[in-house]
């Protein structure tokens, strides 16, 4: 057997036979980051480098693709010299091909292991049979409302790789920021995909979100109600004041424009929903004036429900 396209993984990773999976991913990790084409641009021979790199540790991660890879090196070994052929794959009665070459006995065994690695290994091995496949890498991130409010800067962990994300002011839930570069690494051939970051926003107590509007109930007394009120209230902007008209009613919509969050140029509105709010106990005074207002009140609110319920 040839042993022209032969690779020895452990050498190109410089660990020895018996590494332990930790040590493999360890020397990969030191490597990548050496040999990162982003460190070396326009870099051929690093290029190549990291492609091998990525191979190796394709094969050397797997425990099924490692235990075959070894036994094609022993065979390998024994046969480079001219010595017996008479070796034979474990829990397998097919025996290696004397003419069989390193190339073919790769791509044999990661199209049987892995459809993946098959289709990594075609981009490995022929440019013109290169398969395209998404290298892009996904992440969830859950902010809280005034992270969303004010932009804040996260630091995310992604392919054992530390990444500062600014995300900027206003954004809403279901936007996505795309880092350049950060996805995921294509083994063999050095490329790398984006990271796209899908934001959520938490739920706050408070403020509800409808894109950049800001909504809330507000709890309101039955006289600011009635005779309205000039009420100091907390917005996402900080405290203001709200007028309440009178005459208002319970499920009243009040805006307050421009106090909502804002992206870019755009600003959302804020708006509350007056809730009626009854105090748990009414003390003596309260009662007092309620009976009053009850001896005076000329509105009947039952009249047209007694006109509608009898018809």
Do not use: C
């Amino acid at each position: 057997m040839a042993s022209d396209g032969f690779k020895d993984y452990f050498k190109i990773l410089g660990i020895s036979r018996n590494a332990t999976d930790e040590e493999i991913k360890s020397a990969f990790r030191k490597l990548a980051r050496k040999f990162h084409p982003d460190l070396h641009p326009n870099d051929e021979k690093a290029e190549s480098e990291f492609k091998e790199i990525n191979e190796a540790y394709e094969i050397l991660s797997d425990k099924d693709k490692k235990k075959a890879y070894k036994q094609f090196l022993y065979y390998w070994l024994k046969n480079r010299d001219g010595k017996s052929r008479d070796f034979s794959r474990q829990n397998n009665d097919q025996r290696f091909n004397e003419n069989l070459n390193f190339d073919d006995f790769l791509s044999d065994m990661l199209a049987k292991f892995s459809d993946v690695g098959k289709e990594i290994y075609s981009n490995i091995s022929s440019d013109n049979n290169a398969q395209s496949f998404n290298l892009d890498a996904e992440f969830n991130l859950q902010i809280s409302f005034l992270e969303a409010l004010n932009g804040t800067k996260k630091n995310l962990l992604v392919n054992d790789e530390r990444i500062e994300v600014k995300i900027p002011k206003g954004i809403v839930t279901g936007s996505k920021i795309r880092v350049k570069n950060k996805g995921n690494i294509q083994s063999g051939k050095g490329k790398r995909g984006d990271l796209l970051i899908e934001v959520s926003i938490n739920s706050h107590p408070i403020w509800k979100l409808k894109g950049l509007d800001v909504y809330a109930d507000l709890p309101i007394s039955l006289d600011e109600l009635a005779l309205g009120a000039n009420i100091s209230v907390a917005s996402p902007q900080g405290d203001t004041y709200l007028s309440i008209p009178s005459g208002s009613l319970p499920e009243q919509k009040i805006r307050l424009k421009g106090q909502g969050l804002h992206n870019l140029d755009t600003q959302g509105d804020l708006f509350f929903t007056l809730k009626l709010k009854f105090p748990e106990n009414w003390s003596d005074e309260e009662l007092k004036f309620l009976e009053k207002l009850r001896s005076v009140r000329i509105y009947k609110p039952r009249s047209s429900w007694f006109d509608q319920a009898r018809t």
